[in-house]
């Protein structure tokens, strides 16, 4: 049902007699009919003829009547036709309900819910919900990094490629990046279920003050004492975390490319850099590490 091609064929007449024999058999026709016969209901302006005639007699030749007449009964044929053309494809083209946020390289993005609850995205992340579905269920689907603050009411879960979170009301964050998952609770209680397969059915629950971190399928448990995501106040913070993933985050923040000694790659990394200054952050990033640092436009090389 529904060959959207074969459709447009029948309705601009450049289907054979054959064809057109053929397709007026399908339920394809029937659907094109009851259209047009919807749209038998809506009629063409009426004309007043003798006044017309009176008044194009005063204006124009007999020629030119005949043409302004012609005009009118083609156009609206292909007003008319418009319409099938237009009803048509509004049936034959799905229409999404799925409504997605995304925040650029340049800053971080914040929006509020159907439900009122507040979400903030950082840099470089995606995230995404059915309209249609809401109501009935509050799940979201993330890509990359945002923290959250979830009115009390239904089951709110936030969906991954790493793992699902699942609250009622609380505020957290979900950091999904490539072999890093991390949730952090703020506030309440939250459930974490992973969807690696090597870690099937893993489900850790956490309090207010709590982390939970994989990186590279390494499972690691924190005690956090801060109230909210350090980045939302313009920080990147982070606490015995390989050097690559510092060094993905500067890239993310700052929209530039690093290369680094492969040998500093699984370095652990404690500290913190600035999201707006350039400089300092590059600074904070290389002397813990005794690292040396030259730019090049969007480029960055460091070396020991």
Same mark, same amino acid.
């Given at each position: 049902?529904?060959d959207q *091609?074969?459709?447009?064929q029948?309705? @601009?007449?450049? !289907?054979?007699?054959?064809?057109?024999? #053929?397709?007026m +058999?399908?339920?394809?026709?029937q659907?094109?009919?009851?259209?047009?016969?919807?749209?038998?209901?809506f009629?063409?302006?009426?004309?007043?003829?003798?006044?017309?005639?009176?008044?194009?007699k005063?204006?124009?030749s007999?020629q030119?009547?005949?043409?302004?007449?012609?005009?009118?009964n083609?156009?609206?044929?292909?007003?008319?036709s418009i319409?099938?053309?237009?009803?048509?494809?509004?049936?034959l083209?799905?229409?999404?309900?799925?409504?997605?946020f995304?925040?650029?390289?340049?800053?971080?993005?914040?929006?509020?819910?159907?439900?009122?609850?507040?979400?903030v995205?950082?840099?470089?992340?995606?995230?995404?919900?059915?309209? *249609?579905e809401?109501e009935?269920?509050? @799940?979201l689907? !993330?890509?990359?990094?945002?923290?959250? #603050?979830?009115? +009390?009411?239904?089951?709110?879960?936030?969906?991954t490629?790493?793992?699902?979170?699942?609250?009622l009301g609380?505020?957290?964050t979900?950091?999904?990046?490539?072999?890093?998952?991390e949730?952090?609770?703020y506030e309440?209680t939250?459930?974490?279920?992973?969807?690696?397969?090597?870690?099937?059915?893993?489900k850790?629950?956490?309090?207010?003050?709590?982390?939970?971190?994989?990186?590279?399928?390494?499972v690691?448990?924190?005690?956090?004492?801060a109230v909210?995501?350090?980045?939302?106040?313009?920080?990147?913070?982070?606490?015995e975390?390989?050097?690559?993933?510092?060094?993905?985050?500067?890239?993310?923040?700052?929209?530039?490319?690093? *290369?680094?000694?492969?040998?500093?790659?699984?370095?652990?990394?404690?500290?913190?850099?600035?999201? #707006?200054?350039?400089?300092?952050?590059?600074?904070?990033?290389?002397?813990?590490l005794?690292?040396?640092?030259?730019?090049?436009?969007?480029?960055v090389?460091?070396?020991?």
């Open positions: 049902m529904k *091609e074969r459709i447009l029948y309705l @601009n007449g450049s !289907l054979s007699a054959k064809e057109k024999e #053929e397709f +058999k399908t339920e394809d026709y659907f094109i009919d009851q259209v047009t016969q919807s749209l038998q209901a009629k063409a302006p009426t004309l007043n003829t003798e006044e017309a005639l009176t008044t194009l005063n204006r124009q007999k030119a009547k005949a043409v302004e007449f012609s005009l009118w083609n156009a609206w044929k292909v007003a008319a319409v099938i053309v237009a009803a048509a494809l509004w049936f083209y799905p229409k999404s309900s799925t409504e997605q995304v925040a650029s390289h340049e800053q971080q993005t914040e929006w509020i819910l159907p439900d009122a609850s507040k979400v995205l950082n840099k470089h992340s995606e995230l995404s919900y059915s309209e *249609e809401w009935k269920s509050r @799940n689907q !993330l890509t990359g990094e945002a923290y959250f #603050e979830v009115e +009390k009411g239904s089951q709110f879960t936030v969906t490629t790493s793992g699902i979170v699942t609250v609380t505020r957290f979900v950091n999904s990046r490539e072999n890093y998952y949730v952090t609770c309440g939250v459930a974490v279920t992973t969807t690696d397969p090597k870690n099937k059915d893993t850790t629950i956490l309090a207010k003050g709590e982390q939970v971190r994989w990186v590279n399928d390494r690691q448990r924190n005690t956090v004492r909210h995501p350090s980045w939302e106040s313009g920080f990147s913070d982070f606490e975390v390989p050097f690559y993933f510092v060094i993905k985050e500067f890239e993310r923040q700052y929209d530039v490319t690093v *290369e680094y000694p492969e040998s500093e790659a699984e370095r652990l990394f404690t500290g913190s850099f600035h999201n #707006e200054d350039f400089n300092s952050a590059l600074k904070a990033i290389t002397i813990p005794s690292l040396e640092f030259q730019t090049k436009g969007n480029s090389t460091l070396s020991k």
